[in-house]
T-cell receptor, first 113, second 108 residues
Framework: DVKVTQSSRYLVKRTGEKVFLECVQDMDHENMFWYRQDPGLGLRLIYFSYDVKMKEKGDIPEGYSVSREKKERFSLILESASTNQTSMYLC????????????FGQGTRLTVV | AQRVTQPEKLLSVFKGAPVELKCNYSYSGSPELFWYVQYSRQRLQLLLRHISRESIKGFTADLNKGETSFHLKKPFAQEEDSAMYYCALREYGNKLVFGAGTILRVKS
């Protein structure tokens, strides 16, 4: 059973703080993704990675960066948190892009105050 | 520009009624489309993919390239179908993009 684990379910951070969201998968998947989920906007892709140290911007990368030093771990970094980054963040991984099945973590609800 | 459009934010039907969740896409290549579902307090998970032409939990979806649509259908809704449904498109490489989602409420 594929496991995608996000380090925190809930986080509260202050404006201007540097925030790290961690995601780990245990199935040796090449592809990993970070999305934010907002009501009425659906899932919007922030960044994705198709291999270690490889990354590509998604649709809304501004204010975010990522790190993939090991295959199983994909970190999302908010360089200087702002209130408009309050959201639910979802991490996902997939093995075979042709199959398209992405496995999701449980989500991290981030509140920036 | 939005590549995946789900025009309905909320669809409310009675138990036993037919369901159709709409999805339209915009993609110049050969599209690969999927439906994902998120039940209350559960993770987002794959429901079905167009390439396998399968029926999952009574749901089917047919890719219509002429209308650029991939609508999700079920002939008889059940209460346990109540959830958030997302249509997704695989773009070049491994990029997976989603629509805004539709909440399905099945009333008894």
């Amino acid at each position: 059973d594929v496991k995608v684990t996000q380090s925190s379910r809930y986080l509260v951070k202050r404006t201007g703080e540097k925030v790290f969201l961690e995601c780990v998968q245990d199935m040796d998947h090449e592809n990993m993704f970070w999305y934010r989920q907002d009501p009425g906007l659906g899932l919007r892709l922030i960044y994705f990675s198709y291999d270690v140290k490889m990354k590509e911007k998604g649709d809304i990368p501004e204010g975010y960066s990522v790190s993939r030093e090991k295959k199983e771990r994909f970190s999302l970094i908010l360089e200087s948190a702002s209130t408009n980054q309050t959201s639910m963040y979802l991490c996902a991984s997939s093995l075979d892009p042709g199959r398209g099945e992405a496995f999701f973590g449980q989500g991290t609800r981030l509140t920036v105050v | 520009a939005q590549r995946v459009t789900q025009p309905e934010k909320l669809l409310s039907v009675f138990k036993g009624a037919p369901v159709e969740l709409k999805c339209n896409y915009s993609y110049s290549g050969s599209p690969e489309l999927f439906w994902y579902v998120q039940y209350s307090r559960q993770r987002l998970q794959l429901l079905l993919r167009h390439i396998s032409r399968e029926s999952i939990k009574g749901f089917t979806a047919d890719l219509n390239k002429g209308e650029t649509s991939f609508h999700l259908k079920k002939p008889f809704a059940q209460e346990e179908d109540s959830a958030m449904y997302y249509c997704a498109l695989r773009e070049y490489g491994n990029k997976l993009v989603f629509g805004a989602g539709t909440i399905l409420r099945v009333k008894s």
